[in-house]
């Protein structure tokens, strides 16, 4: 069974540096196929895809906030970590991990989420 | 940029009723196309990929259709449960992931 859950900080200020990280289990982010994306959402708004990682390391991120974000892997603790820096009060959202198996069919399908957590970007 | 643009942005509807979502990407993604199901307070949930297949555990009275830039989400015969909002995605990596900005179904 296959779960994924986030952590990191509740409340950052402005200017601050996120990290998020995404404890797995169920499968391991090295496993040909596999990739871990990361997913964020504001109150009452849309999914907005922020990045992705894939088993051999290969990284996507979103144009708009490449510039801002990376993501890295711990295959040995099975974790995922989204950095994003200057945090600003737009970017107050749930952030959640998701997991997905990538193939030619189905390309990046994010076929189990986590939870997600609430950030809220305050001073 | 790629967009995706669904349509409507929300629609009520009953019990047993027929309804159908459109996913319309600004250029052709073939069938990478996905849909998930959101309630309030919970991540999504996939019920589609590929365009057309399903997800296991996902009811049969969701279908989905499609290729190119036009793809359509149906659930044949609402349930209480189905009421949520609905995200198409873009799953092809090249040039990004990109999600649609939701169908709320809402109780007529």
């Known amino acids: 069974q296959i779960t994924l859950k986030e952590s990191g900080p509740t409340l950052v200020k402005p200017s601050q540096t996120l990290t998020l990280t995404c404890t797995f289990s169920?499968?391991?982010?090295?496993?040909?196929?596999?990739?871990v994306g990361w997913i964020r959402q504001p109150p009452g708004k849309a999914l907005e895809w922020l990045a992705l990682?894939?088993?051999?390391?290969?990284?996507r991120y979103s144009p708009s906030l490449k510039n801002r974000i990376s993501i890295t892997k711990d295959t040995s603790k099975n974790q995922v970590v989204l950095t994003m820096t200057n945090m600003d009060p737009g970017d107050t959202a749930t952030y959640y991990c998701a997991h997905s198996l990538v193939d030619v069919v189905s390309a990046v399908t994010f076929d189990i989420w986590g939870q997600g957590t609430l950030v809220t970007v305050s001073s | 940029d790629m967009q995706m643009t669904q349509s409507p942005s929300s629609v009520s509807a009953s019990v047993g009723d027929r309804v159908t979502i459109t996913c319309r990407a600004s250029?052709?993604?073939?069938?990478?196309l996905a849909w998930y199901q959101q309630k309030p307070g919970k991540a999504p949930r996939l019920l589609i990929y590929?365009?057309?297949n399903l997800q296991s555990g996902v009811p049969s009275r969701f279908s989905g259709s499609g290729s190119g830039t036009e793809f359509t989400l149906t659930i044949s015969s609402l349930q209480p449960e189905d009421f949520a909002t609905y995200y198409c995605?873009?799953?092809?990596?090249?040039?990004?992931?990109?999600f649609g900005q939701g169908t709320r179904l809402e109780i007529k």
């Open positions: 590929a365009a057309s």
């Open positions: 990682i894939y088993w051999d390391d290969d990284k």
């Open positions: 250029q052709s993604i073939s069938s990478w």
């Open positions: 169920g499968f391991s982010v090295s496993t040909n196929g596999v990739a």
């Open positions: 995605q873009q799953t092809n990596t090249f040039p990004v992931i990109t």
